[in-house]
């Protein structure tokens, strides 16, 4: 573990991801910017569907397919998906139009990942990918603190 994070820090974000992991398996799929993010998100053992920003549509296009591919399993007040921008300007700037998009269709979403990430981290990464640098000591954490 570095040095310089302390293990109540470590667990906090092991603890977040693990919640996040679990509820993405049982059918909220997660929705990033980017394939990195992805990545990451597989490598800490997301098993259930995890949606890319595709940059080819607008963003109310691919609000809608979320809509049509999603919709049919959800519960009125459940979650469509769970958004998870980065937390730079651009993230920020995609996370609020897209929560407005769904909140205009009259969609649940859920941002408790991203709300927690960004308060855990603490300005050490404003990226979905940067945390990579942690990625040993999160698995480690995650596996062994079921």
Do not use: C, H
């Not at 667990?11 to 977040?16: H, R, T």
């Not at 509820?23 to 995890?50: A, M, Q, Y």
Request: charged share 30%; hydrophobic share 40%.
């Amino acid at each position: 573990m570095p040095s310089n994070f302390s293990e109540k820090w470590l667990l906090k974000i092991a603890k977040d991801l693990e919640n996040s992991r679990e509820i993405n398996l049982k059918g909220l799929p997660l929705l990033v910017e980017g394939r990195r993010d992805k990545e990451l998100l597989l490598e800490l053992g997301f098993k259930g569907s995890i949606e890319i920003l595709n940059r080819g549509v607008t963003l109310e296009s691919l609000a809608t397919q979320m809509l049509e591919k999603y919709n049919s399993s959800k519960r009125d007040k459940e979650p469509l998906i769970s958004i998870l921008m980065d937390w730079d300007r651009t993230g920020d700037r995609l996370q609020k139009k897209l929560t407005q998009i769904f909140n205009s269709m009259d969609v649940t979403i859920d941002v408790t990942l991203r709300k927690n990430l960004i308060k855990s981290l603490n300005g050490r990464t404003k990226t979905v990918e940067g945390f990579r640098f942690l990625l040993e000591e999160l698995l480690e954490l995650m596996d062994t603190n079921p």
